[in-house]
């Protein structure tokens, strides 16, 4: 029987097609970066691109449905061959799928020149066909514990249809369903597997150097904040102003705030690698609390936003893109300084982004805020290129004598 390792070694092409991060995430630095710039172009009120989206619009369609999307597809390419024992996607049949990302991204771009249908059908095309894959894995493989994953990657799917059609209605999907649908759903994914891996690495980690005090393992507490958080996100998206969303709101907030004093991260300031997943995930209970003082200052609403958007989607997706590409390439588990300096200028967007709302008039922060996020994608595909672009390193055995050098 063919295994994981057999399949990848048996491709002979090119190195970004042997695992399904390579290229996903690769592209997703690329995109997080250069549709910023894109997005700082309009500000400016040029037309950037022939795109009919209004440019909020556009700018929150891309990171959610666009990079989230690349993003998810890297890890979850990655992850399913884990989960259930198959085989991973390598190759062209993985090259198709990503000229599927490329091609949503394409015609969102230059849809003021194509019917709306068009436009959605091509950029539907992409997640439908990774919800075909996962879909097909967790029913072959009978991983039904798995199944909360499909049904969210359905629920994000939709998502985006909603907010293609609110564009299609000539309104402002930006400030509609489809946008807070799509935002809940990745609030909760981040939730459900980063609750997972959060604890794990870091247990990990800690229990290589003898800690004594270890984080707290997912248990039953852990499912009812998973059910708070539920329940909390569906008032938010058919309620976003009304008072028993901003409840909800404020207890989700300290439930996930107490979920992750449990992690140990205090303990874990030594190594960048671990710390920024417990920043990244801080930003979900953060995104919570703020979203809920937003319903007594309005205009807190728009940056309260970004608190999920930018910090949890934003950190936590990077985090643990520069966490899996190492690991898989067969690199160190250990952020080098650069690495570090990726997280802290991506903290930095993310709290400029909030203070840009405590500041209404202000264009400082905003700045501040696109730079750093550029810098830290940009940073990341300079960093990462050759990572993802190579071959993985082979481990060394710890007898084996040094190659020759020619």
């Known amino acids: 029987m063919t295994t994981s390792a057999e399949r990848m070694r048996a491709w002979t092409g090119p190195a970004i097609l042997s695992f399904g991060f390579r290229p996903f995430f690769l592209l997703a630095g690329i995109w997080a970066a250069l549709a910023m710039a894109v997005w700082v172009g309009m500000l400016t009120g040029r037309d950037v691109l022939p795109t009919a989206f209004d440019p909020i619009s556009w700018h929150a369609h891309e990171f959610l449905f666009g990079y989230l999307g690349a993003v998810m597809a890297g890890f979850l390419l990655t992850a399913v061959p884990n989960w259930t024992g198959s085989l991973p996607l390598v190759g062209w049949p993985l090259a198709g799928l990503v000229a599927l990302w490329v091609l949503g991204r394409g015609a969102v771009a230059v849809s003021a020149h194509l019917p709306p249908m068009v436009v959605a059908l ?42 293609h059609w609110e564009a299609a209605q000539g309104g402002a999907p930006a400030q509609g369903i489809g946008l807070r649908v799509g935002l809940a759903v990745a609030v909760m994914l981040i939730s459900l597997i980063g609750g997972r891996i959060v604890p794990s690495f870091t247990r990990n980690w800690l229990a290589q150097r003898g800690a004594a005090r270890l984080p707290v393992p997912f248990g039953r507490a852990d499912g009812a904040v998973l059910a708070l958080t539920g329940v909390t996100l569906a008032l938010w998206v058919l309620g976003p102003d009304h008072m028993l969303s901003a409840m909800g709101g404020g207890l989700a907030g300290l439930a996930h705030l107490w979920r992750l004093v449990r992690w140990q991260g205090r303990q874990t300031g030594a190594e960048a690698l671990v710390w920024v997943l417990h920043v990244g995930y801080a930003f979900v209970p953060l995104g919570f609390l703020a979203v809920a003082l937003a319903q007594f200052v309005p205009d807190l609403a ?18 643990v893109m520069t966490r899996a590409s190492l690991g898989h390439a067969g690199r160190p588990l250990h952020a080098t300084g650069p690495i570090t300096a990726l997280y802290l200028a991506l903290i930095v967007a993310v709290l400029a982004r909030l203070l840009a709302g405590l500041l209404p008039g202000a264009d400082w922060p905003l700045h501040l805020a696109a730079g750093g996020w550029i810098t830290a994608f940009g940073g990341f595909a300079v960093i990462y290129w050759p990572i993802l672009a190579r071959p993985r390193k082979a481990a060394r055995q710890p007898n084996a004598a040094p190659k020759a050098q020619p």
């Open 302 to 319: 728009p940056a309260a936003q970004h608190v999920w958007m930018a910090g949890a989607v934003g950190l936590m997706t990077l985090a």
């Open 122 to 163: 091509a950029d539907l095309a992409f997640p439908l066909a990774l919800a075909g894959f996962l879909g097909r894995e967790i029913i072959t493989g009978r991983n039904w514990k798995n199944l909360p994953v499909l049904a969210l990657l359905i629920g994000w799917t939709l998502a985006n249809a909603l907010f």
